[in-house]
């Protein structure tokens, strides 16, 4: 049987290029890219692509674009369209793939847009809420900044993390009109900075990244009476110690086959390797090791799990490594890609 082919789509700042999204094929043996094309676009700070493969959406200056995934991986404009703000930095879509969610870390605004789901084309806003409150930390975390939103896998509520004021806001999603109530606030550390929430792959465990505190909460979700619950049930640290002063946990990301976590922590320049417990839910930490590369905004395992990269923004390059699970450790895999600012990376299989 011929093996599936993969590409992996990367989005970058677009400072003196305008090309914001590059296209690679992957070898997944060798644990490799090779570039395949690029993408006009201006300052792709993050891409999402829908759960049917279809279509992959990514944020602009100007708002979001939505592009049409060709059969060789390559990518089709089909519209673009306003979220009435300033430029986001998350993006998402719910499970049935109708509407588009836009994270705003500068104005701490949540936009929501109805998607078409015959062409991929983005249509109007269907909701725009702004969070509100003080956080703790006056230089930066003074007001609000969105800086992750997820459905729970059962498309029925909204998580957005909220670096600023330390909370993940949980909202009803309308599935008809695509507007959100707020039902729920699950309250984090002061100063513990959220930034990233993932689900495992069964929706029963929700995992949420912490900038400052650098570590990881595990949370058993579970539905009664019509609201949601979120139970803390872990914390585990993404280096050796909590709150390690010049380090800032950054990536957070699932293997595709929902066995292993991989974290980044900036200033430490570092990626974290964890093992879920798909029982419970909890996470064992496997190694922590650097990514010879600075500020790792962005790092993720290859479908097969055996290889790593690691997107290093302050240096501009994506290094990569070959994962020795019998030693608990990483091994360089080949020498460095150039690449201007990636902010993130996602694998895709044709």
């Known amino acids: 049987m011929a093996k599936s082919k993969c590409v992996a789509y990367v989005s970058t700042y677009t400072m003196g290029d305008n090309h914001g999204i590059r296209i690679y094929d992957v070898d997944v043996e060798k644990g490799r890219l090779s570039e395949k094309s690029k993408v ?13 493969g279809r279509f992959l959406y990514s944020i602009t200056d100007f708002g979001v674009e939505s592009f049409k995934i060709l059969p060789d991986g390559n990518l089709e ?19 049935s793939d109708r509407y588009l969610f836009c994270a705003g870390y500068h104005d701490g605004k949540i936009t929501v847009l109805r998607l078409d ?8 806003i269907t909701d725009e809420l702004f ?25 029925k509520y909204l998580c957005a993390a909220d670096l600023g004021i330390d909370y993940v806001n949980v909202y009803r999603l309308d599935q008809t009109r695509g ?9 984090c550390d002061l100063e513990s900075a959220p930034r990233h929430l993932k689900f495992s792959d069964d929706g029963r465990f929700m995992y949420v990244i912490s900038e400052l505190k650098n570590c990881i909460d595990v949370y058993h979700y579970h539905e009664e009476n019509n609201m949601p619950f979120f139970d803390l049930i872990q914390t585990i640290p993404t280096t050796k110690k909590y709150e390690e002063q010049g380090v800032a946990a950054s990536a957070l990301n699932i293997s ?8 980044s922590n900036a200033g430490e320049n570092s990626v974290a390797l964890f093992e879920i ?12 090791l650097p990514v010879s590369g600075e500020y790792p905004k962005d790092a993720a395992l290859f479908p097969d799990n055996k290889h790593i990269v690691s997107l290093n923004h302050e240096t501009n ?17 080949g020498k460095e890609m150039k690449i201007m600012q990636a902010n993130c990376i996602i694998f895709h299989e044709l």
């Open 77 to 95: 404009l089909v519209n673009a369209a306003s979220i009435n703000g300033m430029r986001g930095c998350y993006l998402s879509t719910d499970y």
């Open 117 to 124: 789901s015959e062409t991929g084309a983005v249509g109007a």
């Open 179 to 187: 507007t959100l109530k707020q039902v729920d606030i699950i309250r």
């Open 256 to 263: 595709k086959d929902g066995k292993y976590i991989l974290a």
């Open 131 to 155: 969070h509100r409150g003080l956080g703790s930390v006056a230089e930066r975390s003074f007001r609000p900044h969105i800086s992750c939103v997820k459905m729970t896998r059962d498309n």
């Open 317 to 333: 390059t994506m290094t990569f490594f070959t994962v020795d699970y019998e030693n608990k450790c990483m091994v360089m895999n």
């Open 40 to 52: 006009e676009i201006t300052n792709s700070s993050y891409v999402t692509i829908t759960h049917n």
């Open 277 to 288: 417990n798909t029982d419970n839910g909890e996470l064992t930490k496997l190694f922590c």
